[in-house]
Structure formats: C-alpha cells, structure tokens
C-alpha cells in the first residue's frame, strides 16, 4: 500500500467567540478514505455552545480535556442531559441529535471518531444542522416552515433567521441551559477512572471500550481504548488480526512510532505528539516509544470486538512457536534460540525502560 501514513495535526473549519470546529481531510490524511473513518475536533470557550445536530455517521466521542454538558436525543426519545468532562468516552450511533456545552472557565475540547463507510462524503463527516446559518429549515420556503410547526410568518421568520452563527455560538453570562441529571449509566464511560483492562507497573494500562462497560457501542461497530504508557516505555509490536484499522488520536506527551508492511519495509518512522492523528493499515505491524514524559493515545479499532496478535513478550507469537521452529526460522544456534525465549517470560504489551 503506497499510502503517506504522516501524522497530521486537525485543521480549523470555522469558529467564533463561541469556540471552533476543527477536522481531518481526506487530501490531508489519505488513510481517513481508505479506512473510511471520520475524525474531527470541537474547541468551545466559555458558555461555548454547539448547535444542536445530527451526522451522516455513527461516532465515538472522547473528552480530552475541560467540563460541561452534553444533550443527547435518540429518535423518537426524550432529551438526555449529561455532565461530561477529560476522559468521558460517550458512543453515538446514527440518528442521535446532539449539543454541546461549556460552563466551565476552560477550554471544552471534544473529540470525534468514527465510520463514513455510509457518509455523503467517505472520510468525513457531514453535519445537519437544525439551527443557524446552515439550519436545515433555512432552505425551506416559509410556506413549508410554517404549515410543519404550526407558525405565522413572523414567528417563521424569527425562529428560522434570528441565530446568524454556524455551529457553535457564545450564549451571554447567565443565560440558563438545562441541569445535568444523573443519566451517565450505560451512556458514558470515563476511561481515566474505569478499571485496567491492563496495568504493567511501571509500562504502561490500557482500558478497552466494549458492550459490557458501554453498552451502546455495539450500534457503532467499532471498538475503542484509552493507553498510557509511562516515560520511555515501549508498546510492544503488533497488529490487528481481524482485518481492522487502527485510528490513533495522540492525547498527551510525545514519542516515536514505526509502523511495518508487508514487505518488511518501513511504512512510517516519526516522532508523533499531543494533537496528532494516524491510522494503521489492516495487518500492518506498530510500535511506540514514549518520550521522557510518557504518552496516552485514544483509538478506535473499525470492528467491535478487535483482536490483535503481538510479536514481543509474554503473548507474543514467538513464545508459542517450538524451538526447532525457531532455529530453523531464524537461522540461528540452539544456544541464541534459548537466549531470545529466555528474555520477556512475564512482560506482556507494554515494556519498561531498561534499567
């Protein structure tokens, strides 16, 4: 596959004083078409809010940093106002209309992963929305406005024009937005504060989204986790054995990826940080190594239930194959065969720096 895999940063779509839209092109990221992925990012300021809308694509959602409220409506059901905040993992399937809002002093950055293989655009997301400059009922006639919501032509005219903003807007201090009510069970998972599905101390954890902690990722198809992994630490090599893409969204610190093909060759060798996005291509081998600092990177696997193979550690296939195997394989002595089984016999994933 003779594809650039760089990592590139989001690009801003537009903004205001209410916050800005950010998202990743297919002509930047070629790999968003091929892996028929959206990604996109949502920066609100204070009282920052997002106006409400639907997509053409089933996401996942990932808090990276602040606080505020979100309000959910499934079809055909009541709205549902949530408290959100850094390290909230919500999973949106098609039809669902959402909001955004800060009301908190910090910055509210969402991110926004997830499937356009039924997109108007494969590789991006297309949003409808319900109000503002773009609203959807601003390209009807009054005519049609007005016998659908039982309006004059006045009330039309105000509720159809008055919001000249697109997308987000900054609502004036005070103004009062609905209360967020403990409705977070099934719908979001805080990925910070949920059990390890991985803890290797002093290497890195993982926590996996599933249908068990977050039920409704199952109506998204894809499958999604949040790794940390500590100063100098390795991810060990490996890959994604049920044909599936991996969408890496770097979170936090920095660190070094490779990523190998099929023909033994180097796809990608780059020093990846905060804010970059990537995608591994189906069967292809990757490895990370953090910086001093450490790294956490949010993913999403394009099937619910992902199985991968790794080539290092405990786990990894080496452990599994006979010695003769091996020696023959490799080409080496039985004394270097017994050195290389010999090393990692409980690391598993994630390897500490050497010593």
């Known amino acids: 596959m003779d594809v650039d895999l760089t990592p590139k940063p989001a690009n801003k779509c537009y903004g205001g004083d209410g916050g800005s839209y950010y998202s990743w092109s297919n002509s930047d990221l070629p790999m968003l078409g091929h892996a028929k992925i959206g990604a996109a990012k949502l920066s609100h300021n204070k009282n920052g809010l997002a106006l409400p809308s639907y997509s053409d694509s089933a996401k996942i959602v990932y808090v990276l940093q602040g606080k505020g409220r979100a309000g959910i409506v499934m079809p055909e059901s009541k709205e549902k106002v949530i408290a959100i905040k850094k390290g909230d993992a919500l999973a949106l399937p098609f039809g669902v209309t959402t909001w955004w809002f800060n009301d908190d002093d ?45 309006l004059d032509e006045e009330q039309v005219k105000q509720f159809v024009h008055n919001q000249k903003a697109t997308g987000i807007v900054k609502l004036k201090d005070g103004t009062q937005m609905p209360v967020a009510k403990d409705e977070r069970k099934g719908v979001v998972l805080n990925c910070e504060e949920a059990p390890l599905d991985v803890d290797i101390p002093k290497a890195g954890c993982v926590v996996v989204l599933n249908t068990q902690n977050l039920p409704m990722i199952k109506e998204v198809g894809l499958g999604a986790d949040l790794v940390r992994i500590q100063g100098n630490a390795m991810c060990s090599p490996g890959f994604s054995c049920d044909s599936a893409y991996q969408v890496t969204y770097i979170v936090r610190g920095s660190g070094r990826v490779q990523v190998v093909g099929p023909d033994g060759k180097r796809a990608l060798e780059t020093h990846v940080k905060a804010g970059n996005l990537f995608i591994v291509p189906r069967f292809f081998v990757v490895s990370k190594i953090s910086d001093a600092d450490g790294m956490d990177w949010f993913s999403i ?33 039985p004394e270097l065969e017994k050195a290389f089984t010999s090393k990692r016999p409980k690391d598993e994933i994630f390897f500490a720096p050497a010593k």
């Open 106 to 150: 910090a910055e509210l950055v969402v991110l926004f992963l997830g499937d356009t293989s039924k997109a108007h655009k494969i590789g991006e997301f297309t949003n409808f929305y319900l109000t503002g400059a773009t609203g959807l009922f601003t390209g009807f006639t009054p005519e049609f406005v007005g016998r659908a919501w039982d």
């Open 301 to 333: 696997i394009t099937t619910p239930n992902p199985v991968f193979s790794h080539l290092a550690g405990r786990t990894g296939v080496w452990k599994a194959l006979s010695p003769e195997v091996l020696q023959a394989a490799f080409n080496v002595s």
